[in-house]
């Protein structure tokens, strides 16, 4: 028997709380998407603004970066022809991202969820997930 930690409904409203500061600050209004470790949904918001095909895209990134354990910049580093992980983002039914914005979150060495952003740049996207990550930590 294996003892997993998770993100609680809590836990994903302070990482929405931090994502949404950085995207206030910044002035683009996002979808932010908080998953557990297996990429199932815990929480989302779409601000005011947020672009309706992103409410899918954070979703995806989160998914990502909670399942797979790693930044969908990552991903897109590998994700070029010629290397052997192009291709990646077809593959479960297309969720995987490979777009800046998604991030996991990582508790004491353990992957306990991710968070993903978007509706800016992907560079934005990334600030955003990073604000909300930091925000978490902090409040640990």
Do not use: W
Request: proline residues 3%; contains cysteine.
């Amino acid at each position: 028997m294996i003892s997993v930690k998770r993100l609680s409904i809590e836990d994903a409203r302070v990482l929405i709380e931090g994502a949404r500061a950085k995207a206030d600050e910044i002035g683009v209004p996002m979808c932010i998407a908080i998953t557990d470790d297996s990429g199932n949904l815990i929480a989302f918001e779409r601000m005011n603004g947020g672009k309706a095909h992103s409410i899918i895209v954070a979703q995806d990134k989160a998914f990502t970066a909670g399942a797979a354990r790693k930044a969908t910049h990552e991903y897109n580093a590998v994700n070029v022809p010629g290397s052997l992980a192009f291709g990646i983002h077809t593959e479960v039914g297309c969720r995987i991202s490979t777009v800046g914005g998604g991030l996991p979150v990582m508790v004491d060495g353990d992957c306990v969820g991710g968070i993903g952003a978007s509706s800016g740049t992907p560079q934005q996207d990334m600030d955003v997930s990073q604000a909300g990550l930091d925000h978490f930590l902090a409040s640990l």
